[in-house]
């Protein structure tokens, strides 16, 4: 071998890598799909750039964009090899050797309290779960930069890197050979190789082929016709042999073969690459759709997804989507929500993926969307750069965030314990509706935040949002309600959507602010999450009817006939306050109806920032 340099794991891999070859999971089986994901993310690359760059695919095998699987019973290695984008040097130290990423040190925290070895490929660390089975492996790559090197790590806090002279060259890709446990023997059976590939890996857009014992029809001499001097005329009988051939000899004689069934070494294709967003929804499975949002969220929990909307744009921009609402918010959602790239949405230009880095397919508030688009629409070669400036992304933006909302309001609608109406909600109690109870509760306790942020950043959707609001108020009961059905119980002459803000209920409800509005028996909204004072400062009014903070200046419930008569009575000790208090805090010392039991309070101007929001905006400078 030329000369082998070595390398020391970062030290937080190097722990990860620990973990990972001293586990006693019981699930080992992960480690395929994450070879085969990635073999895949390679593959996706060099077909990417292949678009502005032919030359890049090279030739012959080259050019065959697939997964080859094998196994060697004998030296107890599966290997695994993909004509991707391949790894120069460089790469393998970076991207073998260091995490990038953040959020792997969460990982590291949940894996060492007993976490989920199952959902190490959202963490970008998937390529390690190869230890689970190999304590020895070797990755094998080109790149077309580079010339072929080898990686190798025993797992003991360092791996090797040196140029390979030794191993058949690739052409350009990657192989990665295991060399597996004593324990880890089944993965050399084929049986369950295959079962792994079709269990996990069915929606790879690449054929997979493993090296199999298969059967196979071969042809043969026919017994009675084994004579010396036959190899001529057997050989114008293979299939091979054209059709003039052929009848030339049809007149002297009957062929002389037979077809028997041999085993034999072949390459056997495990998938079919249907994609399944071509296919009409009406054919797709729940069962296929949960599948489909596991594989490309990376998340192989056992939760389902919340929701998802699949479903063909046609017009001038022709596309289709599939939506998935996920069953679960990440722990980061909203941590450097202005400045992290986070689009979950992959985008494919006619079935070629292009990216899941494109930032412009949906607000940020909707960023929590898994899913995908291929649009028919866009052009296929261009950079990357042209096709984030193109103008029908404007379009498939929009018509997305359409069918995003469209798609959460019908979680809405579906859910029983949502209803408006009364009579269908004891009707729906008794029904098979069961399983849709209580759902938009869930998703309101994990994405409810981006809906607000949503009504403040989307003043073109803000009405839709704002449908999908929900919150406690006076009369709720400990029950989220909506915006619709406060307003259907409004009382007549009501105008106003009456709330008020604040660190808590139990807070809330002292409030001198709410005596009299009890007492007369209005609802009030209660808000009670700091996002809701700025979401307030968006929301002016709802089905026309405009909100009012009853802590604010300006409340009105309805006219007092003796308005006129206390103000006359009271001018004189008004005029008292006014002068008393008369310093910058005070503006004004004013009679008012809003009380019941408390003889005075302290109300902020109608264009001033509540008391609530004062305390929100210390408590961020502080
Ligand atoms: P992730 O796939 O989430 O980035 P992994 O730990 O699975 O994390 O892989 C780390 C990195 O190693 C990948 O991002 C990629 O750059 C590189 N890599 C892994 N496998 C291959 C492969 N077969 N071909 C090219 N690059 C690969
Ligand atoms: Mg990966």
New binding site residues.
Partial sequence: RSSVERFEFQAEVSRLMDIIINSLYSNKDIFLR?LI???S??LDKIRFISLTDKEVLGEGDDTKLEIKIKLDKENKILSIR?R????TKE?LIK??GTIAKSGTSAFMEKMQTGGDLNLI?QF?????SVYLVADYVEVI?KHNDDKQYVWESKADGAFAISEDTYNEPLGR??E?RLHLKEEAAEYLEESKLKDLVQKYSEFINFPIYVWANKEVDVEVPAEDDESSDDEDKRRSRTPESTDDEEKENEDEQKPKTKTVKETAYDWERLNDVKAIWLRSPKEVTEEEYTKFYRSIAKDFGDEKPMAWSHFNAEGDVEFKAVLFVPPKAPNDLYENYYTAKRSNLKLYVRRVFISDEFDELLPKYLMFLMGLVDSDTLPLNVSREMLQQHDSLKTIKKKLIRKALDMIRKLAEEDPDESHDKDKKEEDESNENDEKRGQYTKFWNEFGKSIKIGIIEDSANRNRLAKLLRFETTKSDGKLTSLDQYISRMKSGQKDIFYITGTSKEQLEKSPFLERLKKKNFEVIFFTDPADEYLMQYLMDYEDKKFQNVSKEGLKLGKDSNDKEMKESFKELTKWWKETLASEDVDDVKISNRLADTPCVVVTSKYGWSSNMERIMQSQTL
């Fill in positions: 994450e994901s990635n073999a993310d390679a993909d991707g984008v391949g790894m790469d991207n073998l490929g970008g660390v998937g390529f390690y790559s890709g990657t990665i």
